[in-house]
Each structure stands twice: as structure tokens, then as C-alpha cells.
């Protein structure tokens, strides 16, 4: 399979109410790299959650392949998808079960594995008995950059061929959230990879950016095009204020391989 994700004109929304998406159509190719930014409440996480199958579209179809995933059965939509999330579900267990609960069947030494393959064995190491570590339900005693390690470490060992990503940076100081990045470089090597973009430093070298506004695509193409257009990402741009510190893309907002 190629895993390429199409939209198909897709409508979503609950009644009564507007629609949260309107129309909306796209295609992720495999080898691109796709941001999908745009004002709180745009419709960001809503396509997240489409192409994992927690709603179906009101109208339109989403694709993987060519067939719409209501054809597909759940378990198999639910297999080719890692989810990283700004708030990672963390489970009373040890550091290493977190881990290998990404994967049916996996060992401790394959979720040491996968930590080590997705840069972060060090992090997790440092731990209080380190892979023996138990962790407290949802995580409360470790540190947001701690959570969000097991959470592309999990990622990684579960070897889907989509990863989304929404902006699991969020809230890190520099030095964490710059090892973080690195570790999400490594996940997004070869997978289709979608990553919601809150802080647009992080989609400047994107092949393509989908800017989405009130539940539509108002704007799409690369970040020297869209600033050079007077809309919607350039507002966005313009108000992150001082942009000394924008730091090259790490390249992994929507990836298909």
C-alpha cells in the first residue's frame, strides 16, 4: 500500500450546530511533508480524529489507498495510526509497559528497543529505577517531557505506518523541547506523519502547509508562499511578535512515505 490519506469533500459537524468541517478536500502524498495550522478551534484535531476513526464524516469520504475507511474494518483503521498527543495516556504501570503497550505481543526488550531507536533511552534511564520505574496513573509525577518520551517511544515500537502528532513540543523549555524534536525527526523518518502545528516555527520547511480557518481550507502552499499573500497564515505569522529564535522545521508535520 501506498498509504496515501485522501479528504474527500468532507463535512463533519453534530446536530443541532454548524458543521466543525466544511467541505474540506486534500490529499496527503506519499514522500510530502504537510502542516496543518490555523486558529484554535479551526478543525485541526478534528481531521486528526477522522483519520483515526473516532467520527465519520457527515459528508465526503476520507481514503487510505482509495477506500474509504468506513469500508475498512476499525481494528485494521486503528493498527495503521500512533497517536502524540500534548496530553500522552500514560497507565499506572512501569516506564517499560507504557511502552510495549504499543504494540501487541511486545517484550521489555523490545520497548528498550524502541526507546533507543527513537533517541530517548537516556530520559527514560534517568528514571527512578529506570525502565522499572513505575509510573503513576496519567502520569502526574513526571515532568510533561518525560510523558511525551514514552508517548514516541510507544510510537515508535507500534511501527504504524501513520503517526500524528499534535504539537507534542507544546509547553517544553528549549532545551527539553529541542531533544524532543529530535526524538519526533527520528519517529517521522518513514512513516505518514501528521502533526498539528499550534507554534508556526515548526512547519517553515513543510512541502505544503493547509491553513485552516472556521472549518475550511482558506489557504495551502509552502511558508514563503503563504507569506507573501496577505491572509490568514501571514496574520498568524505577524503575531508571533519577535521570529529571531524560529528555529528550522524538524519536518514531520504530515509525512506520508
Not at 465519520?56 to 481494528?75: A, E, I, S, Y
Not at 515532568?143 to 517544553?172: H, K, W, Y
Not at 523549555?173 to 498539528?196: F, G, Q, W, Y
Not at 512547519?203 to 505544503?208: G, K, L, P, R
Amino acid at each position: 500500500m501506498r498509504r496515501l490519506v485522501e479528504f474527500d469533500g468532507v463535512s463533519l459537524g453534530y446536530k443541532p450546530g454548524p458543521n466543525i468541517l466544511k467541505d474540506v478536500s486534500f490529499r496527503l502524498e506519499p514522500g510530502k511533508t504537510v502542516a496543518l495550522v490555523g486558529p484554535t478551534g479551526a478543525g485541526k484535531s478534528t481531521i486528526a480524529g477522522l483519520i483515526s476513526r473516532f467520527y465519520d464524516p457527515v459528508l465526503g469520504r476520507v481514503l487510505l489507498d482509495g477506500r474509504d475507511l468506513r469500508g475498512l474494518k476499525l481494528n485494521f483503521v486503528r493498527r495503521q495510526v500512533a497517536l502524540v498527543l500534548q496530553e500522552p495516556v500514560i497507565f499506572q504501570a512501569s516506564a517499560w509497559e507504557n511502552i510495549f503497550y504499543g504494540l501487541e505481543g511486545a517484550t521489555r526488550d523490545d520497548a528498550i528497543r524502541a526507546a533507543k531507536a527513537v533517541g530517548i533511552d537516556e530520559i527514560i534511564g534517568r528514571l527512578p529505577g529506570g525502565y522499572d520505574c513505575v509510573i503513576s496513573e496519567r502520569g502526574q509525577a513526571l515532568f510533561a517531557g518525560q510523558r511525551q518520551c514514552i508517548s514516541l517511544a510507544r510510537a515508535m515500537l507500534s511501527n504504524a505506518p501513520t503517526v500524528i502528532l499534535d504539537e507534542p513540543s507544546s509547553n517544553l523549555d528549549a532545551v527539553t523541547e529541542h531533544r524532543l524534536m529530535e526524538a519526533v525527526k527520528r519517529l517521522t523518518a518513514n512513516p505518514t506523519s501528521l502533526v498539528i502545528a499550534h507554534r508556526l516555527k515548526t512547519v517553515v520547511e513543510a512541502d505544503e502547509i493547509l491553513v485552516l480557518e472556521q472549518g475550511r481550507i482558506v489557504q495551502c502552499g509552502s511558508h514563503a508562499q503563504l507569506l507573501k499573500e496577505s491572509g490568514v497564515y501571514a496574520a498568524l505569522w505577524s503575531s508571533l511578535g519577535d521570529r529571531d529564535d524560529v528555529a528550522p522545521a524538524v519536518k514531520p508535520l504530515i509525512r506520508t512515505a
